[in-house]
Every structure is written in C-alpha cells, then in structure tokens.
C-alpha cells in the first residue's frame, strides 16, 4: 500500500462521545478530526519551499490549517468542498488560533452527512415556518394569497427555502438563514405597514416574503456554501422575478398590474443601482422593503461579527463596515443578540 492510499492507521478519530468541533479548539490541543475544506491555497516561502494554507472548519466556525510538510503530495488527496481528517497541533499566530497539520487525507465516503459542517440557523426552523405561515394567512388579497400559497404550499419548495442560506457571505450565510431573513423582515414590515397609512399592506408583506425567493436557485449548500452556476450568470433578484412571474401566470386571471407592483418591489430591493439593482423603488411598498431588507442585513452582519468577538470589548477593523465596533462586556449576550455558548458535547448551533 503506498502513501496515498495508506490510511492515518490509529490516528483515524475513533468512536466517542462528542468529536472536537473548531470553536473548541485551543492552542496545544492534539487534533485528529473531521473538517470541511473551505479553502485551499498553494504558496511558497520565501526560501521557496512549498506549503498549503487551508481554512477549514464545521458547524462551529473556521480556522486557519498551515501544512508545511509534504505540501505538494498532501495537496492532490482533496479539493475545497470535501470532508478530510486532519492530525496536527494547535498553535497560536498573532493572537489567533490556527493548525499546523502533519497530515491530512480525504475522509472516506459514507458514515458522515457533509451538511453537518455547514453553519446552520440556532433558532428552531419549524417555528420560523410557522411565523411565515402566519404571515401568509394574513394576507386578505385573494390574489397575493394565492400566489403565496402556490409557492410556499409547494413541500418540495418548502424544504429547500427552509435549508438555504441567504449569502456566501456577510449577512446570514448558514442553513435556514434565507428562512430566518424572510419572516425577520416580514415581520418589520408588517410593523411599518401600520405606521404609515396608503402603504398596501398585503403587497408589503408579499414582497416581503417573495423578495428573495431567487437565492434558492442562486445559492448551492449541498457540500458548501457557494453560488451555482444559475447565481453566477443571473442572481438571485432575475431568478426570483422569473420564479414569481411563472407561478403567477399559472394562476388564472392574476392581474397585470398587481403582478407588475409586486415585481417591481422584487427588481428594486436592493435599492441603488451600485448595489446591483437593476431599478431604485418607485412606490412607497417598494421603498420600506428595500430599507427594511437592508436594516436586516446590516444588523444581523453587525452581530455576527460582534460574536466573533466575545472576549473583547472592540472588534478590529477588518469587518464588513471597516471600522471598529464596539462589543458590550456584561449585556450582549444576556440580550438575546447572539446565539447560546456550546457545551462540550454540541456539534453546533
């Protein structure tokens, strides 16, 4: 048996009761565990000596993996997106934790779902489906509801708008996150709606739950979270004004011009051209979906980077708002903003 093929013999992690997930991961600790490959870069040393820099992680979170040793042999084992075994030492680089692994090997096919190491939502994705049930039923216009009904009574559609993120990146980039996003956001509108007179609430909370119904199709998270190609060519604000105009003319008499308010909330959610719409809001339902998705997204990217940052009182400024935030010590956590600490034996969220 040569070395590729060979196996980490009694290294391999074995049977017990909870593995070692990467937010528990400290300096000196031994590692021999099961990570996702999220990134892989081929570099070399000044003296011109080849080496991996991996990011790597689970459920938890992600942290740099260095390979030092035997880096063009290791390299060929796997491809970013595959599960690997990974046996090394922790150790601390300026002021963070990363590994220095001696081996790392594809783990074999079988025995573990990839999507266990994918971040996924803490909050309980059976009642953010009933909140978004709720928002449907209370759309009185027989039209909307209708529309709502065909997509969202749709299991098979269901299941996969409950499963998908809402980003690659920034803002609730985890399973269940475009769930999550949605009813947030339906919810605020809904509050809006009744601050304001002449805003359509039923309108208001349609776009509010079909705003983003394109990232279904835009994101792929079966082994990572990625765009597909769909996303790559098009985005999720096309895919979801194509996905909305196909359901609404299978409805029949579905009227042109409540089809075209609708739409044209989707098309301008995000607002300003330089941020990828394709048209600015023209009505006062278009105007409160695009602050309100925005409010969410700038929040919610606000606390996830605060949480990575809970023994600190300032975050650096390496973050999506390029500057420092600051992290309340004694409240943040009793707030409600970020999820629980895990124990021991969580696997995560």
Excluded at 330 to 338: P, T
Aim: charge should be negative; hydrophobic fraction near 40%.
């Amino acid at each position: 048996m040569n070395g590729e093929q060979s196996g980490l013999g009694s290294s391999e992690p074995t049977a017990r009761t909870a593995r070692l997930a990467a937010a528990h991961i400290t300096a000196g600790s031994a590692v021999c565990e099961t990570y996702l490959v999220k990134s892989k870069e081929s570099r070399t040393t000044k003296g011109g000596k080849p080496f991996l820099r991996l990011r790597i992680g689970d459920r938890t979170g992600a942290l740099d993996c260095m390979v030092w040793e035997d880096a063009e042999r290791l390299a060929r084992r796997f491809e970013v997106g595959d599960l690997v075994i990974v046996r090394g030492r922790a150790t601390e680089y300026q002021g963070v934790v990363q590994l220095e692994a001696a081996d790392v090997q594809k783990a074999p096919p079988g025995g573990t779902d990839p999507r266990a190491f994918l971040p996924a939502t803490y909050r309980d994705v059976e009642e953010l489906k009933g909140f978004l049930q709720f928002h449907v039923d209370s759309v009185y216009d027989p039209h909307y509801r209708t529309l709502l009904q065909a997509v969202f009574e749709n299991q098979e559609f269901l299941a996969r708008f409950a499963d998908a993120p809402a980003a690659k990146t920034f803002h609730h980039a985890y399973l269940g996150g475009l769930l999550e996003h949605t009813v947030t956001v339906a919810d605020l509108c809904d509050h809006v709606s009744q601050q304001y007179g002449r805003v359509n609430r039923d309108l208001l909370i349609a776009t509010a739950l079909l705003h983003d119904v394109g990232k279904v199709d835009e994101l792929s998270f079966e082994r990572s979270i990625d765009y597909s190609e769909a996303g790559k060519f098009l985005g999720h604000v096309i895919l979801g004004v194509t996905f909305v105009s196909e359901k609404a003319s299978s409805i029949p008499g579905f009227p042109e011009d409540k089809l075209r308010l609708l739409l044209h909330a989707i098309v301008s959610h995000h607002g300003e051209l330089e941020w990828g719409s394709p048209k600015r809001p023209k009505t006062i339902e278009a105007l409160i979906l695009h602050h309100v998705d925005n409010l969410d997204a700038k929040v919610k990217g606000f606390l996830e980077i605060v949480e990575g940052s809970r023994d600190a009182e300032w975050t650096d400024l390496r973050n999506l708002f390029r500057r420092p935030l600051h992290v309340p010590k004694a409240s943040h956590q009793e707030l409600g903003f970020l999820p629980p600490e895990e124990g021991p034996d969580s696997e995560g969220f």
